[in-house]
């Protein structure tokens, strides 16, 4: 897709706003009829409404951890991606290189995912079945609300949610008004390149109370600012390399053909491509001088793209009302995940390696690269060095490209019914929910020169050393892999009111849930061709129960107990090489048990809300990847059970009708609580007691903002501060105890990112200016080599300084 200038940002802003030009008459009739917001300087903190419990609820009567963040709060934080929600909300963390989530220290990159992603109803984490099965995640814009739910969610929300939910809610057809919203940015990254966006939405009433519209379209740039160079030469081939393109478009019509009746089809695309990822080789780079080089050969592109069409229908019966959501989310991803010629060239240095165990054959019945060893090269320099290769005589540039390529294809059903009255004494909800999800991963490692090196390394041709000639298509290996999901769930949930203040909850969904799959490897690093086939059959039961005291109008005390699962699987069998490994053909699923304590309040006449919670969660059976050196490949397991305990904290405080200070604080304490054994006697254990999951203990965002009129417009300066703590204690792969531990890895340190935004608005736009990682904050995040012998370091940082311009205009 050709790119257009910088100045496409702010020119397409004036150009939305021109097309809108024919609706304002009845748009400024509309906007005059809207009720107005509290916002800062109104007297009051606004009042959020959610659907966490899949009604429309005001935030601080739910009797649960929730952050919320309206369209309108996400433009005056910043807010661009789930990495800036992650950055104000206590308790959660976020990976960019594989879009996993952590909530309260609940993650894992094996098996199903961990946290529920949600747009509107439908679910849409990715199993994995492979490298590089990473979530896709939503673009910020032309949203009504992102709700983050902390804690199990296995009740109303099913499997996959057993550490939180991340619910993305897309604004809705009105049949009565309409509206505008546009959105431009343009703005520049100290020693990168530009980034710019410009995005419309539209909607409102094709026929009055029948018919409604809503569509809207965005696109964006985010320039890049880490540098490719030539590993050979050093030169830099491709400035600013790891830039990101990405549009949206979304339409729906509502329809209410009788009263009580409405039906809303919708859709929704996306197209998400990173020309290269945001890891840089230390070293090449120099930080200090904001420097930062890649000289990965292959380009760690992602390009991905989703369709998710949908079908609400809506029947309020009066005392009842009928809900059913359909829906089906197509994805297609193809990534380069990790990189095939640092990988192949970390795992030849192993078969070279004079220290291996002559005695050792891992190709039973003929000779191999690595019991060849022994007749060839001894002690031979690393293959990879700190700063690039070291293939002296070997006359041609090496590289091997490793694509992986997912799909999705999701279909659901649910139907739900619930009361209406939200005042009766007896509030309650039930439905029934159907999912099929056909997932593929086909990993691939493409390298056509392997018999060139393999003469190189080992003087040997390949059937001799690999037993294996190359794929046709020039592999080395290959690994497909096709898995269904399939699950029918019930589900109820009420709530009783003893007395006005008072209320128990309870609630339970029961599945029935089936994961097949079957699989196919070939290729020399394979050892030749194998496949198999597996399947999982289980009944979770996920029940929660929950009280709540109103002490007051504005102050709430709730008690709830919780239970979350995801669903269990089989592996693909292990080549030969690996050697006789037992018990890996499946592994079960895991559950997290949540104790939760918390509380609402409102003080001075609403200018003050906190919302604060204690928690303790048991993780048992835990689904995780089990790495196996002797032959470079994965397989998932339970292996332990760990708890996590902490607290969270959020409060908004209007301390003037110009002043306001918002913040939260989050605490995670997340540990494995048993050692759990290797698969051999000999080897150390996989994990020890004590040992820590993969977690910022501290998680700290604190925000001021002054509003106040200049020359009768009104505007506003804000200063946010986010902090993540560093891990002091040893995670597995830390601790010298394990067979993981790799002395060359170091926990992620602190990180504190300071930005500022100042804006003012004039006849309903908002212009803003803003600077973020206003210090120029540079940690080394994500330290990571290819394997613990391996020299050759990569590792990712922060965003350099960014100032720009935004423009916002709402109707």
Known sequence: MARLPVAFGLVSAAALLALSAPLAPALAQAAAQQPATTAPGGGQIEEVVVTATRRAEVLSKVPESISAYTTEKMDTLGIKSFADVARFTPGVTFDEDDNSISIRGINSNAGSGTTGIYIDDTPIQIRALGFGSDNTLPAIFDLDRVEVLRGPQGTLFGAGSEGGTVRYITPQPSLTDYSVYAKSEVSST?????????????????????????????????????????????????????????YVLRGALTWAPTSGLTITPSVYYQNRDRNNADQYWVGLSDPGQGNYVTATPERMGDRDHFVLPALKVDYDLGSVELISNTSYFDRREIVNDYSGTLYNLSYFQQLVDSKQDPNYNPCPGGLCAEYALIHGKQNRPPLLTATGFDLPGYGQDYISNAPITNRQRN?????????????????????????????????????????????????????????????????????????????????????????????????????????????????????????????????????????????????????????????????????????????????????????????????????????????????????????????????????????????????????????????????????????????????????????????????????????????????????????????????????????????GLVADPPTNLFSVRAGTTVKQINLALFMDNVFNSQPVLDLNHQDLHTLLYEASTERPRTFGLTATYRY
């Open 411 to 743: 279909f659901t059903q649910e139907f739900r019914v619930q009361s209406t009255d939200s005042d009766a004494r007896l509030t309650w909800i039930a439905g029934v929910f159907y999912s099929l999800n056909a997932q593929d991963s086909i990993e691939e490692i493409n390298d056509p020169q392997l018999p060139a090196l393999t003469q190189y390394l080992w003087g040997e041709d390949m059937m001799t050393a690999w037993g294996e000639n190359l794929l046709p298509n020039g592999d080395d290996y290959i690994n497909d892999t096709t898995g269904h999901d399939r699950q029918i769930a019930g589900f109820v949930n009420a709530t009783f009111a003893i007395t006005p203040e008072l209320k128990i909850q309870g609630g339970v969904r029961v599945a029935q849930t089936h994961f097949d799959f079957r699989n196919f490897a070939d290729g020399p690093q394979n050892f030749g061709f194998s496949s198999g086939s597996g399947s999982k059959n289980e009944t979770p039961v996920t029940p929660m129960a929950g009280i709540t005291y109103q002490v007051t109008p504005d102050d709430m005390l709730y008690a709830t107990y919780s239970k979350g699962y995801r669903i269990g699987g089989a592996n693909a069998p292990l080549p030969p090489s690996c050697g006789n490994i037992p018990n890996t053909d499946s592994y079960d699923s895991d559950t997290v048990t949540s104790y939760e304590a918390g509380s609402k309040d409102k003080f001075f006449d609403n200018r003050l809300q906190v919302s604060a919670s204690v928690y303790y969660l048991n993780w048992n059976n835990i689904q995780q990847t089990n790495y196996i050196p002797r032959c470079g490949i994965q397989y998932t397991a339970n292996l332990g059970k760990a708890t996590s305990k902490g607290f969270d904290f959020q409060g908004d405080w209007l301390i003037t009708d110009d002043l306001e200070l918002d913040g939260s604080v989050g605490y995670t304490d997340a540990r494995y609580t048993a050692t759990e054994a290797s698969t051999k006697k000999s080897m150390k254990p996989l994990v020890v007691d004590g040992d820590t999951l993969p977690v910022s203990p501290w998680t700290v965002a604190i925000g001021l903002q002054y509003s106040h009129d200049v020359m009768s417009l009104p505007s506003y300066i804000r200063i946010d501060y986010e902090f993540n703590g560093r891990n002091s204690s040893l995670t597995p792969e830390q601790d010298p105890r394990t067979t993981s531990y790799d002395q």
């Open 190 to 246: 100290q020693g990168g390149d530009p980034s710019y966006e410009a995005g419309v939405a539209v909607g409102g009433p094709i026929i009055d109370d029948k018919l409604g519209f809503r569509i809207s379209a965005w696109d964006r740039r985010d320039g890049g600012w880490i540098d490719e160079a030539d590993v050979n030469t050093g030169q830099i081939t491709d400035k600013n390399t790891n830039y990101v393109d990405t």
